[in-house]
């Protein structure tokens, strides 16, 4: 159980384009999506917190009007790179938060987009 | 302000030996404190936390860590190592009272299992 997926695992885009990345919750409701982002041989680092039918809350310093996040369902979260740029490429990781029993407290992570922009 | 310090870039180890990769944390409230793992292009998988009850956790994988509230540590270890467990190791920690549910996380140790 607590499996999370995330689509797609690799993109590669132009300069100025726009990419989504979804992340699902697979069995189990998330109320709460996290959206981390690691560059190479670091740790993550948290872009944003996403609550199901929500805004989501910005860590300071990420931007955004360029990282758009879409909470619409319990099993579903979005972010979308706007206007990507090559600073942008880096690997995109979501988790999950479940909601209750003996899971609860603990983040499922999906298993990363790698975004290379050219 | 909550923060983990993972002190060890590095754990290098002989398949069969036991292994430790080291954690200490700090928060203001009650921490919570997990490991996670993760394997080359790969998201984190989950082996184990720490929320309350017995100091010692047992998580996936044969792997365990000990909770240390004097030490303020959370010391992952296994007692015989594969080299299959290769891989990086995160560290993270939240604090118990704060609602956001953010997951502070360590530099993360690499950890090579030598055969």
């Known amino acids: 159980g607590a499996v999370v997926s995330q689509h797609p695992s690799r993109v590669i885009c132009k300069s100025g384009t726009s990419v989504k990345i979804e992340c699902r919750s697979l069995d189990f409701q998330a109320t709460t999506m996290f959206w981390y982002r690691q560059f190479p041989k670091q740790s993550l680092m948290l872009m944003a917190t996403s609550n199901e039918g929500s805004k989501a809350t910005y860590e300071q310093g990420v931007e955004k009007d360029k990282f758009l996040i879409n909470h619409a369902s319990l099993t579903l979260s979005t972010l979308t790179v706007t206007s990507a740029h090559p600073e942008d490429s880096s690997f995109y990781i979501c988790?999950?938060?479940?909601?209750?029993?003996?899971?609860?407290?603990?983040?499922?992570f999906g298993p990363g987009t790698r975004l290379l922009v050219l | 302000a909550q923060s983990v310090a993972q002190p060890e870039d590095q754990v290098n180890v002989a398949e069969g030996n036991p292994l430790t990769v080291k954690c200490t944390y700090s928060?203001?409230?009650?921490?919570?404190l997990f490991w996670y793992v993760q394997y080359p292009n790969r998201g984190l998988q989950f082996l184990l936390k720490?929320?309350?009850?017995?100091?010692l956790v047992k998580g996936s994988y044969g792997f365990e860590a000990e909770f240390n509230k004097s030490q303020t540590s959370f010391h992952l270890k296994k007692p015989s190592a594969l080299v299959s467990d290769s891989a990086l190791y995160f560290c993270a920690v939240r604090d118990g009272s704060d609602s956001s549910y953010k997951l502070i996380f360590g530099s993360g140790t690499r950890l090579l299992v030598r055969p």
């Open positions: 988790s999950a938060k479940t909601s209750g029993g003996n899971t609860q407290e603990t983040q499922y």
């Open positions: 928060v203001s409230g009650n921490p919570y």
């Open positions: 720490y929320i309350t009850g017995d100091n």
